[in-house]
């Protein structure tokens, strides 16, 4: 059977470049694991070389996990990456109320730019469920 691709190898090992702190395990789904990336620098940079090697296999679990649909996992990553204090994240889904909520909050305070690390692929999920 074959799978929809909805995350990316490129952009997981883009991501795996700053992966000693967790970035591509936040990407693939992985928060508890990317938590521990953050706070522990890629388990000493050694989880961090081992991820290089399971990149692809995350790549696949992620795939299989998350629907695929009108919205981009990577379109959605780069925005909470790089814009997520402002929202626009959140507005490209079109939850306009919280993007703008967050805009005027700097990401509620950046606790809610730190629950979407923790759950934006579920919600990207979600609104492809719902646009299907």
């Known amino acids: 059977m074959n799978r929809p691709d909805t995350h990316s190898k490129l952009f ?3 991501l795996w470049l700053f992966g000693f702190l967790g970035a ?3 990407y693939y789904g992985k928060p508890i694991t990317g938590t521990i990336w953050f ?3 890629g388990l000493l940079l050694i989880g961090w070389i081992i991820d290089l090697f399971l ?5 696949a ?3 299989y996990r998350f629907r695929e649909g009108m919205f981009s996992y990577n379109i959605a990553w780069v925005l909470l990456t790089f814009l997520g204090i402002f929202g626009v994240h959140r507005m490209y889904m079109g939850k306009w109320i919280t993007g703008i909520l967050y805009l ?3 990401g509620l305070f950046m606790l ?3 629950y979407d690390f923790w759950t934006l692929n579920e919600q990207v999920s ?3 469920e719902e646009m299907a």
């Open 126 to 128: 979600v609104k492809n």
């Open 24 to 26: 591509h395990r936040f």
């Open 104 to 106: 005027l909050t700097g």
């Open 39 to 41: 706070f522990t620098f």
């Open 12 to 14: 997981g090992y883009l």
């Open 61 to 63: 679990e992620a795939d």
């Open 55 to 59: 990149i692809p296999s995350m790549d």
């Open 112 to 114: 809610g730019v730190l």
